[in-house]
């Protein structure tokens, strides 16, 4: 019974992850990307099964060996969940990497790659802001127009945007674009990097 409430446990704290997953993903239903939004869930929902295969293991195991299995199970649930999310999207993982390093030209064509495979919006607004931080602001605003079309509900893309015009001159639509941000997107981050832009403009 005790493996019982410890199994409980273990999927409660993992329906946690798979919320905040898929709340990060939500772009991907908006676009009916049901396939690409499924993979990213894949790790959480393998190690969910694992988890519901606990009690039925230790059930097999003779009473002495019950700690030891149990490390060893949940211990390989790990391995095998790091793994398979380490293979999730990792040219999309790559990219990021690359942005972060500020190796921008980089970055960008491999958004580019990705869009020519699978031409979701999210990958359209990493590649504005690659372009944007490469100096090419005018290649960055044609990709965010275009997944801001495929998804007028992306807010990052409105912030990609935004940038793209600031560096343009286009400073009223610019501001257009990060007030339009909080009305769109829930991401706490993403509404306060919008009020800091906002504020650099204004005093601009």
């Known amino acids: 019974m005790s ?12 329906a ?12 991907l239903l908006r ?13 959480l929902l393998t190690a969910g099964i694992l988890v519901l295969g606990l009690p039925f293991v230790m059930d097999l195991t003779i009473e002495g060996n019950a700690l030891l299995v149990l490390l060893v199970y949940l211990g390989g649930a ?5 793994m398979m999310a380490r293979l999730v999207a990792p040219e999309e993982k790559r990219a990021g990497n690359l942005f972060r390093s500020e190796e921008y030209e980089g970055a960008a064509a491999i958004y580019e790659r990705l869009i020519a495979y699978r031409p979701l919006p999210r990958y359209y607004s990493a590649l504005a802001a690659s372009l944007d931080a490469s100096g090419d602001p005018r290649a960055a605003l044609e990709a965010a127009d275009t997944a801001i079309k495929l998804d007028p509900k992306l807010g990052i893309a409105y ?4 940038s793209a015009l600031a560096a343009l001159g286009e400073l009223t639509r610019a501001r257009e674009d990060l007030q339009t941000i909080p009305r769109i997107d829930s991401n706490r981050r993403l509404r306060r990097a919008a009020e800091e832009a906002l504020k650099t403009l204004d005093k601009g």
């Not at 946690?16 to 772009?27: K, P, T």
């Not at 676009?31 to 939004?37: D, H, L, N, S």
């Not at 912030?159 to 935004?162: D, I, K, P, Q």
């Open 3 to 14: 493996f019982f409430y410890a199994t409980l446990g273990a999927l409660a704290i993992l």
């Open 16 to 27: 946690g992850f798979l919320f905040a997953v898929g709340r990060q993903n939500r772009d």
């Open 31 to 43: 676009v009916r990307a049901y396939g690409e939004f499924l993979v990213r869930l894949l790790p």
């Open 78 to 82: 790990v391995v095998l969940t790091v």
């Open 159 to 162: 912030y990609n945007r935004a």
